[in-house]
């Protein structure tokens, strides 16, 4: 089970910290991501680690912005948002599946419920 906190409204330029609380004994080997879909849009990639948190990849439009994160020991991702814009409104979800290193790609198999985060102009 996935469970994201830490939406919110926020004004541009702002910062927002998400989690993915993940329950189960299978987290630490997982590679983790964070995809998120506005109204009208289809789900899209934000960011993806895989099990150790050594390598990552991020999507082009948050490169430079967001970093993602993971904590093995207490189960939980994370994804640090800086210099927010209004078209990051969207809501983000937490996934869990398999990340490939040679590729930087990540195929998801289980999802959390999502968060919403708006950035107001």
């Known amino acids: 089970q996935l469970v994201e906190s830490g939406g919110g409204l926020v004004q541009a330029g702002g910062s927002l910290r998400l989690s993915c609380a993940a329950s189960?004994?299978?987290?630490?080997?997982?590679?983790m991501g964070w995809f998120r879909q506005a109204p009208g849009k289809v789900r899209e990639f934000v960011a993806i680690?895989?099990?150790?948190?050594?390598?990552?990849n991020y999507a082009d439009p948050v490169k430079g912005r967001f970093t993602i994160s993971r904590d093995n020991a207490g189960n939980t991702v994370y994804l640090q948002m800086n210099g927010l814009k209004p078209e990051d409104t969207a809501v983000y979800y937490c996934?869990?599946?398999?990340?490939?290193?040679?590729?930087?790609?990540?195929?998801?198999?289980?999802w959390g419920q999502g968060t919403q985060v708006t950035v107001s102009s």
């Open positions: 996934a869990a599946g398999t990340y490939y290193s040679s590729s930087l790609t990540f195929t998801p198999r289980y």
């Open positions: 189960g004994d299978t987290f630490s080997s997982s590679g």
């Open positions: 680690v895989n099990w150790s948190g050594s390598s990552t």
